[in-house]
């Protein structure tokens, strides 16, 4: 039970908490959109 707790903990801090210093998106959303942009100048250079 405290193995199942503590995943569904891990999985709201970093899907469903909204971050103020990340502009109020959650860390793993965040984490993506960098990714993503980082991909995009990549394939731009």
């Known amino acids: 039970a405290v193995e199942l707790a503590t995943l569904e903990w ?5 899907h469903h908490r909204l971050m103020g210093p990340l502009g109020y998106v959650p860390p793993a959303e965040f984490e993506a959109n960098y990714h993503r942009q980082r991909a995009g100048q990549a394939t731009t250079v």
């Open 10 to 14: 891990v999985s709201w801090f970093n």
